[in-house]
């Protein structure tokens, strides 16, 4: 991996990278020159063995993300090896699909915290050095679901907007400080948390909905994310921006 990639000098925060979305965002940060600290509840180490043996630098920190004390002592534990974070990708999630009627509370809560909850307390938690360091990405996971009239996902597609909320609210309070905050929305994807909550048969069928008619894959937003975790997005923030192979249109 080049010493002099675009992100070369950075430390990079992504959660949830043990697999999907999350393990490829920290390996194409890896190959641009950043730093990486993979935070995941899961085991993190395939993540940590692919970057090293591309010859880039990785380290995996076990957390619960919708815990605040698991959270703060990952930050701890974080700080205390890298000196710094100059990008957080909040990539951790969940996605329930079932019946309104059928949502108990207990999910409600769960989905909330898992999904929105564990963004602000990362924020909370790496934005304090980014102020310091007077530079900072941000860049929270939100969904297309947002734009579409999707069924039986009401406490997901709730969290999802909150991340919206959150990322505008958290771009005006930053931007003083030389932090910008963007939001990238997918699509349901041919990942391990995508199979695992939506069928192959309706991964296709959302594919023929979109203008790019293959089902995604967690390499279709790494290059938007990269941007927005880069030098070249300095001039914006608080936009999500949806790479969902053109099935909503803003």
């Known amino acids: 991996m080049s010493a002099g990639g675009s992100h070369s000098g950075r430390v990079a925060v992504v959660t949830g990278g043990a697999r999907g979305f999350g393990r490829a965002i920290a390996g194409e940060l890896a190959r ?19 970057i ?24 701890r ?34 989905v909330q915290s ?11 938690t790496f934005a304090g050095v980014m102020r310091d360091n007077g530079w ?14 999707a069924s039986h996902l009401t406490s997901y597609i709730a969290s999802k907007g909150g991340v919206v909320g959150l990322t505008r609210g958290l771009a005006s309070d930053l931007a003083p400080y030389g932090i910008t905050v963007n939001a990238v929305a997918p699509t349901a994807s041919r990942t391990p948390g995508g199979v695992q909550s939506i069928t ?19 390499a279709d937003i790494v290059g ?14 608080g936009q999500t921006i949806v790479a969902d192979g053109g099935w909503v249109r803003l």
Request: aromatic share 6%; net charge negative; hydrophobic share 45%.
């Open 200 to 218: 192959e048969e309706n991964l296709r069928l959302s594919a023929e909905m979109q203008a790019i008619k293959r089902v995604g894959v967690a």
């Open 77 to 110: 534990r974080i700080l205390d090896h890298h000196g710094r974070a100059d990008i957080l990708v909040n990539n951790a999630g969940i996605i329930v699909v079932r019946d309104f009627f059928d949502t108990d509370f207990e999910t409600w809560k769960r």
């Open 32 to 50: 641009r020159g950043a730093e990486i600290a993979v935070v995941d509840l899961a085991d993190a180490s395939e993540t940590v063995a692919g």
């Open 136 to 149: 900072g990405r941000i860049v929270n996971l939100a969904s297309n679901t947002l734009g579409l009239a």
């Open 114 to 124: 898992v999904n929105l909850d564990s963004q602000f307390l990362m924020a909370r």
């Open 224 to 237: 938007t994310v990269c941007f927005l975790t880069g030098d070249d997005s300095s001039f914006v923030t």
């Open 52 to 75: 090293e043996a591309a010859g880039g630098r990785a380290r995996a920190y076990r957390a619960d993300v919708s815990d605040p004390a698991s959270v703060e002592a990952a930050g």
